[in-house]
């Protein structure tokens, strides 16, 4: 859990370290930018900080999966944009720099701490299911700063590993499991637009 989380932050923040200063304001994801794209990034590592501050008294929220099926029906996407482009303008000048000091204050954070109940956007839910949901972000989000500023599409194993397992339990969850292994087998392909989220 914690190394897969490890191991995809320290890619978005070397990926990020490689963004030129002319390419910030590129599109890069729907109406963000690259920056409001890293401004989202950010926010998978700060939220560890926050919700590790905020214990829930009960379990709402039984596993990764779950988190997904339920912010699909509660979290507004305007609102998602919208953090993402504050949450870029806050980077400051120097992006990289503070993308690399959140990666750090969520390690400390979790170095310090076990598995515990912690108050999610949806629910509450043990860090040990919540901190997947991290990886995945990194690592999809990764994937799309990478096609944005023209990188090869490459993330370390264990990180990916542990983003396709969240991909695949999800598409079990919404009854696409079928169709996913179909393609995944060669036997047929997804259709255009194609999500599990």
């Known amino acids: 859990m914690l190394d897969g989380f490890r191991v995809a932050a320290d890619h978005v923040v070397a990926l990020t370290a490689t963004v030129p200063p002319e390419k910030w304001d590129d599109p890069a994801l729907g109406e963000w930018t ?3 794209l890293v401004g989202h990034i950010g926010r998978a590592l700060s939220t560890v900080v926050d919700y590790l501050a905020r214990p829930a008294a009960e379990q709402s929220v ?14 507004d996407a305007e609102a998602v944009r919208v953090r993402g482009e504050q949450a870029g303008a806050e980077l400051g000048d120097h992006p990289a720099a503070t993308l690399a000091e959140m990666r750090d204050r969520a390690l400390q954070a979790l170095a310090q701490t076990d598995d515990r109940l912690v108050t999610t956007v949806v629910g509450g839910m043990l860090l040990s299911h919540y901190l997947p949901t991290r990886t995945f972000e990194l690592v999809v989000h990764g994937l799309d700063l990478a096609r944005a500023t023209g990188h090869p599409a490459s993330v370390p194993a264990g990180a990916l590993r542990e983003a396709l397992s969240v991909a695949t339990e999800l598409a079990v ?11 995944m087998t060669g036997r047929s392909a997804l259709a255009s637009g194609f999500s599990v989220l």
């Open 34 to 36: 690259v920056r409001s």
């Open 62 to 75: 039984p596993s990764t999966a779950d988190y997904y099926l339920l912010a699909a029906e509660q979290v």
């Open 173 to 183: 969850l919404r009854g696409h499991g079928e169709t996913v292994l179909l393609a």
